[in-house]
C-alpha cells in the first residue's frame, strides 16, 4: 500500500478541454524534473462519463512504472504534466487487471451498431477538466484524428480547419456502453457499442453520419428504431443516394407519417430524390392539399435556372483597372440586379473570373481586374435545375452564382433569394 505523500497537493484548477492526443507521451515532471513520460490513463465508469483516477507513468533504463493518483497533478499541458509527489519511488507499480486503461482499452477499438457490425474507429478522445476532475466525454472518429494517430498532427492542422465537419467527428461518451468491469488488462479486442437506448442522445446530423457509414440492413434496422421526432429530422440530414434506400425500404404509411411532419419545402427535398412512381405513390397517400403543396414545389425544383437568370450585373473586360471601378461604382451598379461581385469576361463573353466586391475594395487602386480576380469560379450551367442551384449554395454560402454556357459564356446570374425563395415557394 502506498504510503500518503506529505507533499502539496493542490489540484490544478479551472476548465480545459483537451484532447489525450495532445498528452500522451509528455513527459511528467516533478519540481520541473522529468521522472517519466505518460503512458495511459487509469478510469473509472462514474456516473454518465467515466473519471480519470490515475496516471500511468513509463520510464527509462528500466525503471520501474509509477501510478499516480490524479489528485497529484498540478498542472496539465500539451508540453507536460506536472505533479506535486515527494519520492517516486512510493508510486512504483504496475495497473491491476482490473482497472481500466483509456488508451489501452478504448483508443484504436471499433465502434460497432446494434447488430456488432464495424462503424467507425476511435482514434482520439476528448477529456475535459470540471472541478479539478478530468472527465472523459467523447470519442473521436473523424479523418483528423485518424491523421494525429498516424502521427501527422501538422498535416491535420493544414487539411482540417475548425469548422470542418470532417475534422471532428465526436461520438458523446453517453453514447457508448459501459465497458466491461471484469476486463483482463491487454486482453482481447473491446468494442465499443451504440445502445439503441442512447440513440435518441445522438444529433441528428451525427446520426446521419453514422447510417450513411452502415449497410443497408443495418441502417435500416437502426432507422426504425428511432423515435417519430428523431427520424424526421435525421432522414433530413441523409445524403439523397441514403434518403432514397431508406425510404424504399419503409412503408407507405410510415413515410407518409414523417413526411406530414416536414415542411413542404423538405418533403419536396425528400421525394425529389425518389423515382416518379414512388414519390407519385406517397403523394397519392398523402392530404390532397399537402401533396398539392409538395407537388406544386417539386415541379418547380425541376426548372431550369436559365429562365430566372439577371444579365444586369457588374461586367469588365480583364484589363479594367480596380481603381476604375472603385470611382464610379455609384453610376456602374445603377439598376443592376446582382452588385455584390464584379464578373471578368473577354471581349466573347467567356467567363475569366470573379472578384467580390470586399476583395474589389482592398485591393490596390492600380491593379488590374485579371490581377485580382477568382478564376476558379463556382458556377452553374444552362442545364441545371432549380434544386440543383439551391444545393449549390448551401454547399457554398455564396450570394448569387453566374450561369454558364458549353463554352464557358457568361449567359447571366441567379442571385441566392430568388432561388430560394422559388424553390420554397408553394402555391396557397
Given amino acids: 500500500m502506498m504510503q500518503q505523500d506529505n507533499t502539496n497537493n493542490t489540484a490544478i484548477a479551472g476548465d480545459l478541454e483537451i484532447l489525450l492526443s495532445d498528452i500522451l507521451n509528455v513527459p511528467v515532471l516533478r519540481s ?30 528500466g525503471n520501474p512504472s509509477l501510478l499516480i493518483p490524479w489528485e497529484y497533478v498540478h498542472t496539465l499541458t500539451g508540453r507536460g504534466i506536472e505533479v506535486t509527489i515527494g519520492d517516486p519511488g512510493q508510486y512504483e507499480a504496475e495497473p491491476a487487471e482490473d482497472v481500466i486503461l483509456l488508451r489501452d482499452y478504448v483508443l484504436d477499438k471499433k465502434v460497432i451498431d446494434l447488430e456488432e457490425n464495424e462503424v467507425e474507429v476511435v482514434y482520439d478522445i476528448r477529456l475535459i477538466l470540471r472541478n479539478k476532475k478530468l472527465y472523459v466525454t467523447d470519442v473521436d472518429t473523424g479523418k483528423a484524428a485518424r491523421l494525429r494517430r498516424l502521427g501527422f498532427g501538422f498535416l491535420a492542422k493544414i487539411l482540417y480547419s475548425s469548422a470542418d465537419p470532417e475534422a471532428e467527428q465526436m461520438i458523446p461518451w453517453t453514447c457508448i456502453q459501459p465497458l466491461p468491469t471484469n476486463i483482463g488488462r491487454f486482453k482481447g479486442n473491446v468494442k465499443l457499442n451504440i445502445l439503441k437506448d442512447n440513440l435518441s442522445e445522438i444529433h441528428p ?156 475594395l482592398q485591393a490596390d487602386d492600380k491593379a488590374l481586374l485579371r490581377d485580382v480576380m477568382v478564376e476558379n469560379v463556382i458556377s452553374l450551367s ?40 422559388l424553390t420554397h415557394h408553394f402555391v396557397e
Fill in 382 to 421: 444552362t442545364g441545371s435545375t432549380l434544386k440543383e442551384g439551391a444545393q449549390e449554395f448551401g454547399r457554398y454560402g455564396f450570394r448569387a452564382l453566374p450561369v454558364i454556357d458549353d463554352e464557358n459564356r457568361l449567359v447571366g446570374v441567379i442571385p441566392y433569394r430568388d432561388v430560394m425563395n
Fill in 205 to 360: 446530423v451525427d446520426l446521419a453520419d453514422i447510417l450513411e457509414e452502415m449497410d443497408h440492413d443495418q441502417r435500416v434496422m437502426v432507422f426504425s428504431s428511432l423515435d417519430h421526432e428523431q427520424a424526421t429530422d435525421t432522414l433530413e440530414e441523409i445524403e439523397p443516394k441514403v434518403q432514397r434506400e431508406i425510404i424504399s425500404s419503409l412503408s407507405t404509411e410510415k413515410v407518409v407519417q414523417l413526411i406530414n411532419d416536414m415542411t413542404p419545402g423538405q418533403a419536396a427535398d425528400i421525394l425529389s430524390v425518389l423515382p416518379s412512381a414512388e414519390a407519385h405513390v406517397i403523394l397519392d397517400a398523402m392530404n390532397a392539399e399537402s401533396a398539392r403543396k409538395v407537388q406544386a414545389i417539386i415541379n418547380r425544383q425541376e426548372e431550369k435556372v436559365i429562365h430566372y437568370t439577371t444579365q444586369k450585373i457588374l461586367k469588365f473586360p480583364p484589363e479594367t483597372t480596380v481603381e476604375y471601378v472603385q470611382n464610379d461604382y455609384p453610376r456602374h451598379a445603377r439598376d443592376k440586379d446582382v452588385i455584390m461581385y464584379i464578373y471578368v469576361t473577354d471581349e466573347s463573353d467567356h467567363l475569366l473570373g470573379v472578384i467580390d466586391l470586399k476583395e474589389l
Fill in 32 to 61: 520541473g524534473k522529468k521522472i517519466g513520460s505518460l503512458n495511459d490513463l487509469v478510469i473509472a465508469e462514474t456516473a454518465k462519463v467515466p473519471e480519470v483516477r490515475s496516471l500511468y507513468v513509463t520510464r527509462s533504463f
